[in-house]
Nanobody, 115 residues
Framework: QVQLVESGGGLVQPGGSLRLSCVASGRIYVVYPMGWYRQAPGKQRELVAQITVGGNTNYTDSVKGRFTISRANGKNMVYLQMSSLKPEDTAVYYC?????????WGQGPQVTVSS
């Protein structure tokens, strides 16, 4: 069983920055492509950034140029650097695999962008 723990959320003003971290622990024998998802109130969870084992990245259009995903494979950690934040980025953010059987979701940090 794998546990996902995300951290780094908070309240930030529009235009500000935050860095989210995710650590996966447990029975992990293979390194997987990973992603950051978010779920805003009343909306479905969406994948906003993903990274392959080799470090290739892909982003949904709404965050391109503002968010950067990275990973430290040896530490089973994934990061999301968020810059130029907008009110529409307000959501709970989660990390997880992006293919195959997803792991159980963590609690996810709340990110609130507001003046």
């Amino acid at each position: 069983q794998v546990q996902l723990v995300e951290s780094g959320g908070g309240l930030v003003q529009p235009g500000g920055s935050l860095r989210l971290s995710c650590v996966a622990s447990g029975r992990i024998y293979v390194v997987y492509p990973m992603g950051w998802y978010r779920q805003a109130p009343g909306k479905q969870r969406e994948l906003v950034a993903q990274i392959t084992v080799g470090g290739n990245t892909n982003y949904t259009d709404s965050v391109k140029g503002r968010f950067t995903i990275s990973r430290a494979n040896g530490k089973n950690m994934v990061y999301l650097q968020m810059s130029s934040l907008k009110p529409e980025d307000t959501a709970v953010y989660y990390c997880n695999r992006v293919s195959g059987s997803l792991w159980e979701w963590g609690q996810g940090p709340q990110v609130t962008v507001s003046s």
